[in-house]
């Protein structure tokens, strides 16, 4: 299932800040290896997402997604890195998570990695 983005449309309402009105809003879906990470296919999901941030390194859902798949890897330290990065990027918009919920890219970054500092943190608790 590829991830559904909502891009409001921001570029073009900051060129048009004198038109009143809602902003108009744009509906993108594209492939960012949700399948794979589902199926836990974790290192061909990491492949794909790689190849796909050559062209666009600040792409939220990608980084989102990357961080997912390292997570589902074992290798928080990636995972917490690409969460970051999601977090730090220019680039900002509506996601739609894999429960059908709609969440701004950052939110979801950071839940993303709080959720993976508790897991780290219980593991320790464990150990």
């Known amino acids: 299932m590829p ?3 909502v891009l409001a449309a921001l570029a073009a309402a900051a060129q048009l ?3 009143p009105g809602a902003e108009p809003t744009t509906i993108e879906q594209r492939e960012v290896a ?3 990470i589902a199926a836990g296919r974790a290192d061909d999901a990491i492949r794909t997402i790689e190849a796909r941030l050559v062209a666009d390194p600040d ?3 990608l980084l989102i997604n990357l961080g997912a798949a390292y997570a589902r890897r074992g290798d928080s330290e990636r995972a917490a890195r690409a969460f970051q990065a999601a977090i730090d990027s220019d680039t900002r918009y509506e996601l739609e998570l894999a429960d059908g919920s709609w969440s701004d890219s950052r939110h979801a970054a950071r839940r993303a990695l709080e959720t993976l500092q508790r897991s780290a943190q219980l593991a320790k608790l464990e150990d």
Request: proline share 8%; glycine share 0%; aromatic share 8%.
């Open 59 to 61: 792409d939220p859902a």
């Open 34 to 36: 949700y399948e794979a």
């Open 17 to 19: 800040t004198s038109t």
């Open 3 to 5: 991830a559904t983005l």
